[in-house]
């Protein structure tokens, strides 16, 4: 089993930043694939970006060049530093890990307004 605990969601303007954490505890395989997701009311949960615990990356389109994921594989964490926020990034932010026989795990959410 695993549990994923994300942190550092909030308000922020338009143009503004935000770091998005991801704490992973329970049976962590260095094979897992770890990253973000996220959903609005009446959309499906869409990729913001994942990463290997080789550091490869793979990034939603809409968030390419603003978005920067990372982890530190030593304490079973990812991060998401989210740049030139605009309103369309309002969602909620889901922490995903993939194990690498392909189970899916996911985290409570965190909600992330860009408004001014």
């Known amino acids: 089993q695993v549990q994923l605990v994300e942190s550092g969601g909030g308000l922020v303007q338009p143009g503004g930043s935000l770091r998005l954490s991801c704490a992973a505890s329970g049976t962590i395989f260095s094979g897992d694939t770890m990253g973000w997701y996220r959903q609005t009311p009446g959309k499906q949960r869409e990729l913001v970006a994942t990463?290997?615990?080789?550091?490869?990356?793979n990034y939603g389109d809409s968030v390419k060049g603003r978005f920067t994921i990372s982890r530190d594989n030593a304490k079973n964490t990812v991060h998401l530093q989210m740049n030139s926020l605009k309103p369309e990034d309002t969602a909620v932010y889901y922490c995903?890990?993939?194990?690498?026989?392909?189970?899916?795990?996911w985290g409570q959410g965190t909600q992330v307004t860009v408004s001014s």
């Open positions: 995903n890990l993939v194990t690498w026989y392909g189970s899916p795990y």
């Open positions: 990463i290997t615990s080789g550091s490869s990356t």
